[in-house]
């Protein structure tokens, strides 16, 4: 009868043992105080049932909107330690999606194209869905315009899947987006590469009450449309990424895990509300 022991370098290290069985590698920011980046997305996507992998690629104390914050972005030889580590382990081949939101840098954009690439080569069948976070119509760009190029040419053509706002289809395809035609027209120059669709996150305001979501492929054009509350408060665009690819990974048609997505954030929405908070709880 084969032993072993616990405590032996042998049981630890042992290079056959099976690999943690990570179903999401979620890519984006994380803040100790707070709910946005993988603050948000890791919880909701464990709600689902999904083993998370997170990897940060900023740390700090809370948003900036704060009056005070802590922390930064760290280095870029970490961040390509942190991905090479995981194809070192052996998960990648378990993995059911990938999901990146902020980035930060263009080095930190560069490193993952590169990283991606590798990935798309080993295992062209993983989903990746990319966030483009750069900016919105209110603030303009909120990290470096340069990064914008590196999305465009290098990250994009690797994504299965894209989920920018307006602002950001806009800059990414280098057209204006004022209607729902330029809005389609813009995101279908994206697709291109492994790009099936685009969904574009708080795309059009029809009226005082109501928001819409559009998700576009070569093929078709859906518009949901829900409510618009009078508070944003940080991190629904990260949940939205979460959740959509939690219920695409249920075996939701693209239109139909962007709904739940969106009813998704309508609920922490109002729990926040109801709760007195100004971050969002799940």
Sequence with gaps: MDTFSLTSNRFQNDSNATPLPYDVIS???????????NSIAVPALM????RVAAVPTVIL?????????YGGELPSEWFRGYLKGLEERGCLPHVKS?????????????????????????????PVIVDPVMG???SGFYIPPE????????????????????FELSILSGQEVNSLDDAVIAARSLLKGYTKWVIITSAFQPDDDS????????????????KRYPVTPKGTGDLFGAELTAHLLSGLSL????????????????????????????
């Design 47 to 50: 709600k689902h049932g999904l």
């Design 27 to 37: 890519i984006q920011s994380q803040v100790i105080y707070g709910s946005v980046g």
């Design 61 to 69: 104390s809370n948003t900036p909107h704060y009056e005070t914050c």
């Design 98 to 126: 990938i999901l990146t939101g902020y980035l930060g840098s263009k080095d930190k954009a560069h490193d993952l194209a590169q990283w991606l690439g590798s990935i798309r080569q080993l295992y062209p069948s993983i």
């Design 136 to 138: 919105d119509e209110d």
């Design 211 to 226: 928001i819409e979501v559009v998700c576009i492929t070569n093929s078709d054009v859906s518009v949901i449309r829900h």
């Design 147 to 166: 990064i914008a190029n590196v999305y465009r040419d290098e990250v994009l053509p690797l994504a299965t899947g894209i989920i920018p706002n307006k």
């Design 255 to 282: 239109p139909d895990a962007a709904k739940m997505a969106c009813l998704r954030i309508e609920q922490g929405i109002i729990h926040m509300a109801a709760t007195g908070r100004s971050e969002l709880v799940l």
